[in-house]
């Protein structure tokens, strides 16, 4: 057996000793670090609900590592000698830096930003439309103009040209186009 000094009245004036197993206070030197990160993450829960419990673990996760976040904040700025914050303006300061993050400029967007299309040459030489090798048609998930006729729409596009062309009972620009 051991023993364990608690502190008794309001302002802990006394110190009494309690028995009990030695593997509590083993516990209390090694386990103070776990314990405090788990007090620290219950003191500001998120509200969330959910029915799927693989949300739960995703919101733990994500509270553990603000408190781990929080504690390696507090080290830095006592090793910098500045005071440190306190958890709750950690977690609303991260909060709004986790919102901002992607969040686009009030205005009319830049163009800078803007991404130029992809230009892509679509004259064939004759010499390479007209060697009747390789030219497959193949189906595109999306709809294209027909480069042979003006008013034609088409799912289908030769392999080796990359060319859209029309194949269907109506139109058949895909063998004029190679002709």
């Known amino acids: 057996l051991a023993y364990i000094s608690q502190k008794v009245g309001q302002q802990g004036e006394k110190h009494i000793f309690v028995d009990c197993p ?6 209390n030197r090694s386990m103070g670090g776990v314990d405090l990160l ?9 509200s969330n609900r959910s029915k799927r419990w693989y949300i739960y673990l995703f919101w733990h996760t994500l509270k553990i590592s603000a408190v781990n976040a929080w504690f390696m904040h507090k080290r830095i700025l006592q090793q910098h000698k500045r005071p ?4 709750r303006e950690f977690l609303s300061e991260l909060e709004t830096s986790l919102i901002l993050l992607n969040k686009r400029p009030p205005g009319r967007p830049s163009i800078q930003n803007v991404t130029p299309f992809k230009i892509v040459c ?3 030489p004759r010499d390479v439309r007209r060697d009747s090798k390789e030219h497959w048609p193949t189906w595109n998930a999306k709809q294209n103009r027909c480069k042979a006729c003006p008013g034609g729409y088409t799912y289908v596009s030769c392999a080796k040209c990359k060319v859209m062309l029309c194949f269907n009972k109506d139109r058949n620009c895909f063998v004029s ?3």
């Open 22 to 27: 030695a593997i509590i206070p083993s516990y």
């Open 84 to 87: 440190p914050t306190s958890l």
């Open 177 to 179: 186009f190679h002709q």
């Open 122 to 124: 679509l004259n064939v």
């Open 38 to 46: 788990d007090k620290m993450g219950f003191s500001y829960r998120f």
